[in-house]
């Protein structure tokens, strides 16, 4: 059997970036944040729908909808008054795809 070498001090990522990796995975630490990706995984929803699927309140929906927006998870497009939010792009349905993988092994 081979044995992987470690990685040295030049191969491993800047602080910074490592921070902001761990600040990203500190999101998905929250089970209501992850019941709103999930429930915008295959759709996207107004804040009702979502508060909805997920039986919160509109408000604390919003506040979960603000943290996901600033760790660029979700998008949003307005439509009249009506704002419709979904997963940001496919690496956030990866990350939660793999998620699912690695805990129901």
């Known amino acids: 059997m081979e044995q992987q070498e470690k990685p040295t001090a030049g191969e491993m990522p800047d602080?910074?970036?490592?921070?902001?990796?761990?600040?990203?995975?500190?999101?998905?630490?929250?089970s209501t944040r992850i019941k709103i990706l999930y429930a915008?995984?295959?759709q996207e929803?107004?804040?009702q729908d979502i508060a909805g699927a997920v039986a919160?309140?509109?408000?604390?929906?919003?506040?979960?909808?603000?943290?996901?927006?600033?760790?660029k998870l979700v998008r949003f497009r307005r439509e009249g008054k009506?704002?419709?939010?979904?997963?940001d792009?496919?690496?956030?349905?990866?990350?939660?795809?793999?998620g699912m993988e690695h805990i129901e092994e």
Do not use: M, N, P
């Not at 009506?82 to 997963?87: E, R």
């Open 40 to 42: 915008l995984h295959d």
């Open 56 to 71: 919160l309140s509109q408000s604390a929906v919003s506040h979960q909808l603000r943290v996901l927006k600033d760790s």
């Open 89 to 98: 792009d496919d690496h956030v349905r990866s990350i939660l795809s793999l």
């Open 82 to 87: 009506t704002v419709y939010y979904a997963l």
């Open 45 to 47: 929803l107004c804040v």
């Open 15 to 30: 602080d910074e970036i490592l921070y902001e990796l761990a600040d990203l995975f500190r999101v998905f630490g929250d």
